[in-house]
């Protein structure tokens, strides 16, 4: 197989090798996209051998992004891949989310169970090893956390240079913790994290650091691994829905590219619907869905939400996003406290999540009574970050402390708070109820 990049403009249509650092297109500044040409396995052979590397101790085989390689044949050689093992995650049931959001059945697949909790793990293995592979020295992005964490986590173990921007005070102090914990150099800009990734891109192009933000192609190769393990997971079985939250637009894309390539190589007979969810307060690409040919794509200038890993409000990869929700697929948008509540569900039903994680949940929820989405429909809902990621926001709607943006108190409405109690064994057994 021939891996080479491509430009995602149609019009322009440039190509260029994979050993390219380069992340738009140099002749228009279109996103970039890594294609492959030759002849590949057969699926029904690839189904087995991908089953038959779980039982496998070769940590290319454990990990649950590089035992499907077949799907993104960049690399050509196997030592350049940098792995903590990731992916793995499970899908997850719960009839009490399920009823929250009146379906059948809803299921969770768990991306926080990755090892640095996230779903950019699945993204970063791919985009390290690209660097690794490159000879890069230092690597950077702008995050809202998430990445910065995965990135620093992946960066020391290749033996680079991690450099972390992020906006300051808005980012979760999990997130925060581990990139400083991983050794990271971490910048606290003041800034938004739409600003901070224009500076990023000529930071890196500039001093010759390797960008590893999702405009990065090979991140989006390794993020396609998430709909490939889950549509492995459920035995190809491909469920109506796959429903996202959405930011800067990298995951769904990678979605719509995996989903898209297993399909035309054979591996499902149909495509599933994809749904984004947005946080209210930054929705720039569901006021853009809303009529997606009359004005334009307009970005959001001042972002706004409590689920801070998705406050981002002029998301690079749109146009990739448009392409995978098509015509079937569905953007929603949904207010802090409907985040809040749904992600208290989650947590009551023992699976827990950060809060733009649980934007899935609560679009589910709307759609479903706007008719969008039939009850019996078949749907997975991905869960983007460990519920450890943002403790604070927890412990705010727990105690009814927590309010939105404009500083509007939301309201605990399952709120769980702890009770403080004398060290006095009568005063808890009437507290217990005893
Ligand atoms: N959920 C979580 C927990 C995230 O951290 C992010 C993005 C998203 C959803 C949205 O994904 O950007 O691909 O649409 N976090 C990035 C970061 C921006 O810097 O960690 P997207």
Redesign the pocket.
């Known amino acids: 197989m021939r891996a080479y990049l491509a430009c995602f403009n149609t019009v322009c249509g440039a190509v260029y090798p994979v050993t390219e650092v380069i992340y738009t297109c140099p002749k228009c500044g279109g996103l970039l996209e890594t294609r492959y040409e030759g002849p590949s396995p057969e699926a029904w052979t690839l189904k087995q051998v991908w089953r038959e590397r779980r039982m496998s101790n070769h940590p290319i085989d454990q990990s649950g992004v590089w035992r499907y390689r077949e799907m993104f044949p960049f690399l050509e050689e196997d030592r350049h891949v940098i792995t903590l093992r990731e992916g793995n995650t499970p899908i997850l049931d719960t009839v009490l989310a399920s009823s929250y959001a009146s379906v059948d059945r809803i299921r969770f697949k768990h991306q926080g169970f990755n090892p640095t909790g ?3 793990d699945n993204g970063m293995t791919a985009g390290t090893s690209q660097a690794v592979r490159l000879g890069m020295k230092r690597v950077a ?10 990135m620093a986590a992946y960066a020391v173990s290749a033996g680079l240079e991690p450099i972390i921007l992020i906006p300051n005070g808005n980012i979760a102090f999990g ?1 925060l913790g581990q990139a400083l914990d991983y050794g990271a150099k971490t910048l606290q800009v003041d800034a938004n ?1 739409d600003q901070i990734l224009a500076l990023v891109r000529v930071l890196a192009e500039k001093l010759g650091i390797y960008l590893l ?2 405009v990065n192609p090979f991140r989006i190769e390794g ?1 396609k691994s998430i709909v490939i393990e889950m549509l492995d997971q459920l035995d190809w079985e491909v469920p109506d829905w796959i429903v ?11 979605f719509g590219k995996g989903a898209r390539e297993l399909y035309e190589q054979g591996f499902i007979t149909r495509m599933p619907k994809f749904a ?1 969810i947005q946080a209210a307060g930054a929705s720039p690409f569901y006021e853009f869905m809303k009529a997606p040919h009359e004005h334009g794509f307009t970005p959001n200038t001042h972002p706004e939400t409590l ?1 801070t ?2 406050k ?1 409000g002029d ?1 690079v ?1 749109w146009p990739k ?1 448009w392409q995978t929700i098509g015509a079937e697929g569905v953007v929603e948008s949904v207010t802090e406290q409907e985040i809040a509540d749904a992600k208290a569900v989650i947590g009551r039903s023992g699976i827990g999540c ?1 809060p ?2 649980a ?1 899935t949940l609560a679009g589910v929820k709307k759609l479903r009574a706007a008719g969008k989405i039939r009850a019996d429909e078949s749907i997975v809902a991905v869960l ?2 460990n519920v450890l ?1 943002d403790p604070d926001y927890i412990y705010r709607y727990h105690t009814n402390q927590l309010k939105d943006p404009q500083e509007q108190a939301l309201t605990g409405t399952y709120a769980n708070p702890p009770v403080v109690v004398a060290n006095d064994f009568a005063a808890i057994a009437k507290l217990l109820g005893d």
């Open positions: 996230s779903f950019k992005c702008v995050s809202t956390g998430n990445t910065s964490a995965s997130k994290f933000n999702s993020q996202v939250p959405g930011g800067n637009l990298g995951n769904i894309s990678a984004v689920a890993a998705i981002i998301p990869s996003a950060e733009a994680s934007t983007t970050g990621k």
